[in-house]
């Protein structure tokens, strides 16, 4: 079933008014709404992640800001964790393989105050992609290498050659090859998407994920892509995405949450005004399959997905909760579902 939202509907739930202007224009965040649908946060420093799983992530990330690091080491750290954890399915080593059988590797890292941004997609053999992309940042010219090249590039800066695929995800997909006829692709991903935000108000980002199973071989999915799967604005916040990658690239989803809360509206309800925006004109309506975490420089925060069971992670040196995302529309999270 579609479910649908027309554009009226999108265009009464999204108050942004006079505003807009600074949207258009840029620069920094108008004031927030009166109806603020996110949580406040009152300790810093602040992480937020994708999914249940995340809860590790934040915790790792937080553990290493408080060992003298930077943001950005600690969104690198964090996402390590879940790279490394073979149990995860999605990210990382044992994260499901290609049609082929082969595991590539999508991840992108992105830091607010210089708005600098390293990527790396389709990589095989190297457990961190994290770290890759990172170094792709710092170490060239360029924002993202895709391939054989990352792969080389990976090596080149000294990255150890690794076997992603574990025995049981290869036991998965050689009984989805008896059955690849009847099902093009598994439903079984997710992604890490880490955003933080420190006391002065600076921002950074990751994710990390070896998205859709049995996917083409040499595709990508949204979470390299800057403004696809994750964005970061230091004037403003950032956004990251999970979900079904197709849907967040067509609409360069996250910039556009980002966008949102420059035009005043809290990280919450910029998630939800973007499921909207999309539904509103998308032939497969609300049954997008995507789901948003977003922060802005204020410490405000929240998450939104097309649908219920998204689930996210919030840190602090005061906490560290999962919460259940809002859900608009309402389908739930595929058997994906990070409540594996
Ligand atoms: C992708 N967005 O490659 C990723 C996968 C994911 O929940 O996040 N799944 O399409």
């Known amino acids: 079933m579609v479910i649908r939202i027309n554009r009226r509907e999108f265009l009464t739930n999204l ?28 300790s810093y420093p602040l992480f937020v992640s994708t999914w249940a799983f995340g809860k590790a992530t934040n915790n790792a990330a937080l553990g290493n800001y408080q060992r003298d690091k930077s943001l950005l080491d600690a969104v690198e750290a964090g996402i390590q964790v879940t790279e490394a954890d073979v149990s995860n399915a ?11 059988g082969i595991v590539q ?9 210089d708005h600098r941004v390293g990527s790396v997609a389709a990589i095989e053999g190297i457990a961190h992609p994290i770290s890759v992309a990172r170094r792709v940042m710092e170490k060239t010219p ?6 054989d090249g990352a792969q ?3 090596l080149d800066q000294g990255f150890q050659r690794t076997n992603l695929l574990t ?5 998965e997909w050689k009984n989805w090859q008896k059955k690849r006829e009847k099902e093009a692709h598994s439903d079984a991903h997710d992604t890490i998407t880490l955003l933080a935000l420190d006391k002065n108000g600076d921002i950074a980002g990751g994710c990390s994920t070896s998205g859709w199973g049995y996917k083409l071989p040499g595709r990508v999915g949204d979470s390299p892509i800057i403004g696809g799967g994750l964005y970061v604005d230091n004037q403003v916040g950032a956004a990251g995405c999970t979900g079904k990658g197709e849907n967040c690239m067509r609409y360069c989803s996250s910039f556009m949450v980002v966008e949102f809360m420059r035009s005043g509206l809290d990280p919450q309800s ?13 032939p497969l309506g609300l049954n997008l399959e995507i789901y948003f975490i977003a922060l802005d420089k204020r410490g405000n ?12 992670a919030v840190t602090t040196p005061e906490d560290s909760q999962v919460f259940q995302s809002e859900a608009v529309g309402g389908g739930t999270v595929g058997p994906e579902g990070g409540n594996r």
């Open 15 to 42: 108050t942004i008014g006079a505003t807009t202007a600074t949207a258009l224009l840029g620069g920094e965040m108008a004031t927030a709404e009166p109806n603020n649908r996110s949580a406040q946060n009152k």
């Open 90 to 100: 999605s990210v990382g080593i044992g994260g499901i393989p290609n049609a082929d």
């Open 105 to 113: 590797l999508d991840a992108c890292i992105m830091n607010g105050p």
């Open 142 to 147: 360029h924002v993202m290498l895709a391939g």
């Open 152 to 154: 080389k590039f990976a």
């Open 167 to 171: 025995q049981a995800r290869q036991e």
């Open 270 to 282: 910029a998630c939800i005004a973007a499921i909207k925006r999309i539904a509103s004109t998308d």
């Open 301 to 312: 925060y929240g998450a939104a997905g097309a649908g219920k069971g998204f689930q996210y």
